[in-house]
């Protein structure tokens, strides 16, 4: 069984430019989380998707943008990057059976810098 | 609203030594509590889990304990071993609406030593 997959690992970006990451969730899992850890900090939540929608969002801007695929595998799309954008972001993927609908399996996450 | 607090680190430890890492939470709603660990250079891996009162959660020598009236789940490991050096967080989720997030603790470095 594979688990969750990001890419790519570590990115650097300057001020204004945009920047696509990408997952790909556990097999059997229809549920993709995305969360921002910065330096020293607990992951901040930003959204969710379940079968290709947004059914969620934490307390980030329009320019953090998300896609599911109907493979489940998963975008976090971030334009005009600001400093304060460098992070560390991580990928997490649920099951579909209810009973463990809450746990979260996470990736190994994408280190973003922005110069 | 929903919320989570964790000792502050660093916790510096001998080998072999006990291990308490306190959590306390705030949450509407009955929530399911977590540990999750994170080892340098890496991302979350679940320790443990306990998703109602009393529930007890387990694994590789760690335990905790969801305790509803004084709303902790502290981490606790009997001996540690240096490979235990990482970055703990205790971590709730409420189920709204459809979204089933995470809300995290700060995290808690700890730091084993032979």
């Known amino acids: 069984e594979t688990g969750v997959t990001q890419s790519p690992t570590h990115l650097i970006k300057t001020r204004g430019q945009q920047v696509t990451l990408r997952c790909s969730s556990q097999?059997?899992?229809?549920?993709v989380s995305w969360y921002q850890q910065a330096l020293g900090q607990g992951p901040q939540f930003i959204f969710q998707?379940?079968?290709?929608?947004?059914?969620g969002r934490g307390n980030f801007p329009p320019r953090f943008s998300g896609l599911q695929f109907p493979n489940y595998s998963s975008e976090l799309n971030v334009n005009a990057l600001e400093l304060d954008d460098s992070a560390l972001y991580l990928c997490?993927?649920?099951?579909?059976?209810?009973?463990?609908?809450?746990?979260?399996?996470f990736g190994a996450g994408t280190r973003l810098s922005v110069l | 609203g929903n919320s989570v607090t964790q000792m502050e680190g660093p916790v510096t430890l001998s080998e072999e030594a006990f291990l308490t890492i306190n959590c306390t939470y705030t949450?509407?709603?009955?929530?399911?509590l977590f540990w999750y660990v994170q080892y340098p250079g890496e991302g979350l891996q679940l320790l443990l889990k306990?998703?109602?009162?009393?529930d007890k959660g387990s694994n590789k020598g760690f335990e905790a304990t969801y305790r509803k009236e004084t709303t902790s789940f502290h981490l606790e490991k009997g001996s540690v071993q240096v490979s235990d050096s990482a970055v703990y967080f205790c971590?709730?989720?409420?189920?709204?609406?459809?979204?089933?997030?995470?809300?995290f603790g700060t995290g808690t470095l700890l730091a084993v030593q032979p």
């Open positions: 097999s059997g899992h229809n549920t």
């Open positions: 997490a993927s649920s099951p579909t059976q209810t009973g463990t609908a809450n746990i979260q399996y």
């Open positions: 949450a509407t709603g009955y929530p399911s």
């Open positions: 971590a709730l989720s409420v189920y709204g609406g459809a979204t089933n997030k995470l809300i």
């Open positions: 998707y379940y079968r290709e929608e947004e059914n």
């Open positions: 306990a998703t109602k009162a009393d």
